[in-house]
């Protein structure tokens, strides 16, 4: 009997992603009612692989009365709950499913920035213990009206291009998963015996001291949809400038055209043709986000434009994301801040990438 589309989801994401194991703590988290059909199948396949399944479903709106509403000793509040969730749970499985991408749009900037300092304490957690092995946790989206209006495109166009993105049209989506990681993993071992990367284009000319900085294959056990190889630089090796022609979304709101100037890496000059105010405010969120977190090198060729959703827009195949703010310690970084906000830059328009002064990546493809 052929798999519904569902079907195939949850099992990539229990099987595949996080590995469900008899006895495991699985928390499944959603955004909204929208992501009903897809926490069901996981439900339903975390049972069958002997887990514990915890749903955490929200109503698509909480975050935006909180940010307007909680006072500053809430908003620094960090309950006793989520914090015990954080070191006990041994897989989360998180759907977004937004009911509007926008809600945070007007939201105080400065609200956004102290929350998100307060809440760094349980990211540095689940990143420490997904580095040591004892915690799993992968991302990823259903369809809804939503992020379909985002890219522009009609309810039916955005579903079909999101399965498509994950491969879900495919009878084995695991299996292209598997040979996409295959072909990543020879870029991240040769990348990981790299000193030096060098990368120009547009208004950009930068170089990443990586040495001794692991590169890692993301084919799905993260995010999903996934694609690209990545690493941590090393904290005070990021020097030059980088343009970011995309348009560039996080937490709703948008910067457009942001060139960053970066001198033993922290930005020390950030501007932007739209969102400056909002690009301010999160590099100064707290000590850590004017750091580099984050080189990385999309791969999923079935994504080739912007849809205004950070989980599918850094995997367009032919780009680079830097992310400011908090490293992966998985990859050796030690940077650590509230803040990772990926920024992509299209690089099928003469951009470069040098490793060791050798020319590897032309107009979007490596060539290695």
Same mark, same amino acid.
């Given at each position: 009997?052929?798999?519904? %589309? ?85 897989? +989360?499985?998180?759907? !977004? ?40 946790? %992968? ?48 870029? &991240? ?22 040495? !001794? ?16 190889? +990545? ?36 930005? %020390? ?5 739209? !969102? ?40 367009? !195949?032919? &780009? ?45 493809? +490596?060539?290695?």
């Amino acid at each position: 009997m052929n798999k519904t %589309v569902w079907e195939k989801y949850a099992e990539v994401l229990v099987d595949y992603s996080v590995d469900v194991q008899k006895g495991d703590l699985v928390e499944i988290r959603s955004e909204s009612i929208y992501a009903k059909d897809l926490v069901r199948a996981v439900y339903k396949r975390v049972l069958e692989r002997g887990g514990h399944p915890l749903v955490r479903t929200g109503l698509g709106d909480l975050a935006e009365l909180f940010i307007k509403y909680a006072s500053e000793e809430q908003l620094d509040y960090v309950d006793p709950i989520s914090k015990l969730e954080y070191e006990r749970v041994d897989k +989360f499985i998180s759907i !977004g499913s937004p009911l509007n991408t926008k809600s945070m749009k007007r939201a105080d900037l400065q609200k956004l920035a102290r929350r998100g300092k307060a809440t760094k304490t349980l990211s540095e957690l689940l990143m420490k213990r997904s580095a040591e092995g004892s915690a799993k946790w %992968v991302i990823c989206d259903v369809p809804t009206h939503a992020l379909a209006q985002e890219a522009g495109m009609s309810f039916d166009e955005y579903s079909e291009f999101l399965f498509k993105s994950c491969y879900l049209d495919l009878e084995n989506p695991v299996a292209k998963l598997r040979e996409l990681d295959e072909k990543q993993t020879k870029w &991240a071992d040769y990348l990981s015996k790299v000193k030096k990367l060098h990368i120009t284009g547009e208004k950009t000319n930068i170089t990443f001291n990586v040495e !001794g900085r692991k590169w890692i294959s993301c084919s799905g056990l993260n995010n999903y949809p996934d694609g690209e190889v +990545f690493t941590s630089p090393v904290e005070d090796g990021i020097n030059g400038e980088i343009y970011f022609d995309y348009p560039q979304n996080y937490r709703g709101n948008e910067a457009h055209g942001v060139h960053l100037w970066i001198e033993n890496g922290k930005v %020390v000059k950030a501007t932007a043709d739209k !969102g400056e105010e909002f690009l301010h405010a999160m590099l100064d969120m707290d000590e850590g986000s004017h750091g580099i977190g984050e080189i990385a090198v999309g791969t999923n060729d079935m994504i080739q434009e912007i849809t205004g959703n950070i989980l599918f827009d850094e995997k367009i !195949g032919g &780009a680079i994301h830097m992310a400011v703010g908090a490293s992966y310690p998985e990859t050796g970084g030690k940077n650590v801040s509230g803040l990772h906000w990926d920024l992509i830059k299209n690089m099928k328009n003469g951009g470069k990438i040098f490793a060791d002064d050798v020319l590897i990546y032309e107009n979007g493809k +490596f060539i290695i």
